[in-house]
């Protein structure tokens, strides 16, 4: 089991930045992939970014330009960096982690991130 905790969600203005962090604990493998996604009111979960515990990275080409996520793999934690952020970007923001070959990923609870206009 791995369990995920997600923090730093919250009301930002128009062009704000953001950080959230993801904490994973249990059973950890070596090799992962950690990212994050976002689900807005009424529509699908979405792939923000991932990055694999090598540092390889994937973005949705939407959010590639004001996003960056990064690892800090001693301590099993994913980050995202929300800059220049919009009212669009309002969204739970789900941490996600799976384990290389595993067949199912492990969800966060979520975090709010709400953007004013």
């Known amino acids: 089991q791995v369990q995920l905790v997600e923090s730093g969600g919250g009301l930002v203005q128009t062009g704000g930045s953001l950080r959230l962090s993801c904490a994973a604990s249990?059973?950890?493998?070596?090799?992962?992939?950690m990212g994050w996604y976002r689900q807005a009111p009424g529509k699908q979960r979405v792939l923000v970014a991932s990055i694999t515990n090598r540092g390889i990275t994937n973005y949705a080409d939407s959010m590639k330009a004001r996003f960056t996520i990064s690892r800090d793999n001693a301590k099993n934690t994913v980050y995202l960096q929300m800059n220049g952020v919009k009212p669009e970007d309002t969204a739970v923001y789900y941490c996600?982690?799976?384990?290389?070959?595993?067949?199912?990923?492990?969800w966060g609870q979520g975090t709010q991130v709400t953007v004013s206009s």
């Open positions: 996600n982690y799976r384990a290389t070959y595993a067949p199912e990923p492990y």
């Open positions: 249990g059973s950890i493998s070596s090799m992962n992939t």
